[in-house]
């Protein structure tokens, strides 16, 4: 299972970016795909998640309202549509995919469900 997270730049606060997470033909068999971010010095955080089969999302409250996730199917793709970016998220940004061997009790952004994750991508917010 392959994915790779791309997208980040540096930008000014209350710009907008689109994250992409590509994945190979192999991890079409996720069950979700989640993002996350991990800031210098914090712990890593789980910010929005997709699921494969009926589109249901989820997302942390820091981004609700300001972050959209999606997905392509037809070009294997999950993107982290961001607007309205604040300094705060500033950090790396992993995409990675749950395949649904984990308790169901385990949230679907716990990075405790997913199986196989990304290289992250920086996004920077700073005037």
């Known amino acids: 299972v392959q994915l790779q997270a791309s997208g980040g730049g540096l930008v000014q606060p209350g710009d907008s970016l689109r994250l992409s997470c590509a994945l190979s033909?192999?991890?079409?068999?996720?069950?979700?795909i989640g993002w996350f971010r991990q800031a210098p010095g914090k712990d890593r955080e789980g910010v929005s998640s997709?699921?494969?089969?009926?589109?249901?999302?989820n997302y942390a409250d820091s981004v609700k309202g300001r972050f959209i996730i999606s997905k392509d199917n037809a070009k294997n793709t999950v993107y982290l549509q961001m607007n309205n970016l604040q300094r705060e998220d500033t950090a790396v940004y992993y995409c990675?995919?749950?395949?649904?061997?984990?308790?169901?009790?385990?949230?679907?952004?716990?990075?405790?469900?997913?199986?196989?994750w990304g290289r992250g991508t920086q996004v920077t917010v700073s005037s």
């Open positions: 990675a995919a749950d395949l649904n061997v984990r308790s169901p009790r385990i949230g679907a952004l716990s990075s405790l469900r997913y199986d196989y």
């Open positions: 033909a192999f991890s079409l068999d996720y069950y979700r």
């Open positions: 997709i699921r494969r089969n009926d589109g249901t999302t």
